[in-house]
């Protein structure tokens, strides 16, 4: 009994603890977090080779002397820990979620203080687990802050945030106020809520919205249902990550909140960072994150512009788990240079695959639906069979036959190996999270 009074007492402080730092800005928080935001404003985003060799050196040394799995790696390939190019570095095999998974205690450094115990997303697999340091979340806030602060976020306040990404409000309700953050269920969402939405929107009159792309792209479909008018006066960007941002996406948030969106690629691994809003043409890579590579056949495509490739990345700052050239399974298309990417395809099973076997990339799957994006507020691909493609719409509005042909031509424009069926008035699920699977593969 003592020994449940006190573990409840601990949440219990630990919950106290949490809200009373929610009224503290960011930047006050912690020293820590003050002293690498101010280490990223006085340094570049871009580094040359010479700052990865110095970093990779630092990683890989602790590697061989500190984590088993990368002891024995280097010894059985005769690979020198210290690197004197980028080639010596390349010639270090990958490491991939299976690899992690089946030899997460060598992947451990023992003597490591303050671990934290962490899971990746399910989105694209089987969750995997991974630790790091106490350290890590105030890090990855300062470089996400660093790049907010381009659009005026300021982190020596506290800004007013709208959060649209799966987070479950407490008591039942659709929403949630904690300090200056406002939470909206992703789940209770509709064209019956939307007006319950608009005004606390309102009400809240929000600096920023934090979003996954589905939420807000459900949440703009709906406006027209609302007997309310949006008004944000104060509204001065919308961050998106988590997911995939269609062109489509960015276009109709621009347009319906005169904003600008940044899109943050990322993972839960903290391997790789890189941002793109109106000012980059690219999804621009933080190089003081960690080292990464744009990879075909094991040859780097990253200078060879419009080249797609596997993003293998290696973190800089994982001192507990470090993840050495890990296949992240994301693939992008090189803007020609180290600076970064075009766009990002996504997941790499976020393929197609013909009848003959092929994968087909999905990165143009939006395109097809424009033409009806006014009449459905979801969608979502499935694949059974090799070659054949099923759509499901959630429709708010009729699709006509005429609408369904040119959806249908449009595709197998894009996909002329592909066979198409379509399904109208569906109800897609959300994810746990709040997500939408946009494709679905059985096979």
Wanted: glycine fraction near 4%.
């Amino acid at each position: 009994m003592a020994a449940i009074i006190k573990s409840g007492f601990v949440d219990s402080l630990k919950e106290y603890k949490k809200k009373l730092m929610s009224y503290i800005p960011y930047y006050y928080q912690s020293q820590y977090y003050r002293d690498y935001y101010e280490y990223l404003m006085n340094s570049r985003t871009f580094q040359n080779e010479s700052f990865h060799i110095e970093s990779l050196n630092k990683i890989l040394g602790h590697c061989y002397k500190n984590i088993p799995y990368y002891g024995d790696l280097f010894d059985s390939n005769q690979i020198d820990p210290c690197l004197h190019s980028m080639e010596d570095f390349q010639k270090i095999p990958f490491i991939t979620k299976d690899i992690i998974s089946n030899n997460i205690d060598k992947l451990v450094y023992k003597n490591g203080k303050c671990k934290i115990r962490k899971r990746t997303g399910g989105t694209t697999g089987l969750p995997m687990d991974f630790w790091t340091d106490k350290n890590d979340a105030i890090r990855e806030n300062a470089f996400v802050h660093y790049h907010w602060n381009k659009v005026g976020f300021d982190n020596k306040k506290n800004n007013r945030i709208v959060i649209m990404r799966g987070f479950i409000p407490k008591g039942g309700s659709f929403y949630e106020k904690n300090n200056n953050n406002l939470i909206l269920s992703t789940f209770m969402l509709s064209y019956k809520t939307i007006d319950l939405y608009i005004e606390q929107l309102n009400k809240f009159n929000p600096e920023f919205l934090h979003v996954y792309p589905s939420s807000l792209d459900l949440f703009v479909s709906l406006l027209k249902f609302s007997k309310h008018k949006l008004e944000l006066k104060e509204l001065k960007g919308i961050f998106t990550s988590s997911e995939t941002l269609n062109d489509y996406q960015r276009y109709n948030f621009e347009k319906e909140f005169k904003v600008q969106v940044s899109d943050l690629y990322g993972h839960s691994e903290h391997c790789v960072f890189a941002i793109k809003n109106k000012n980059n043409k690219v999804y621009e890579i933080d190089h003081r994150y960690g080292f990464v590579e744009l990879l075909r056949n094991r040859k780097s495509v990253m200078n060879k512009v419009d080249s797609t490739g596997d993003i293998v990345a290696t973190s800089y700052h994982n001192y507990i788990m470090p993840l050495i050239r890990y296949k992240t399974g994301d693939k992008a298309t090189s803007s020609g240079s180290s600076l970064g990417f075009i766009n990002i395809q996504g997941r790499e099973q976020d393929f197609f695959i013909d009848k003959d076997g092929i994968n087909i990339p999905y990165i143009c799957n939006d395109e097809a639906i424009w033409c009806i994006k006014d009449k459905i507020i979801a969608y979502q691909y499935s694949q059974n069979k090799r070659g054949i493609i099923k759509l499901k719409l959630e429709n708010i509005s009729k699709i006509s036959t005429s609408d369904l042909k040119r959806v249908y031509d449009q595709f197998c424009h894009i996909y002329p190996t592909l066979t198409l069926k379509i399904e109208t008035e569906c109800k897609i699920a959300r994810t746990d999270k709040g997500k939408f699977k946009y494709l679905v593969k059985n096979i």
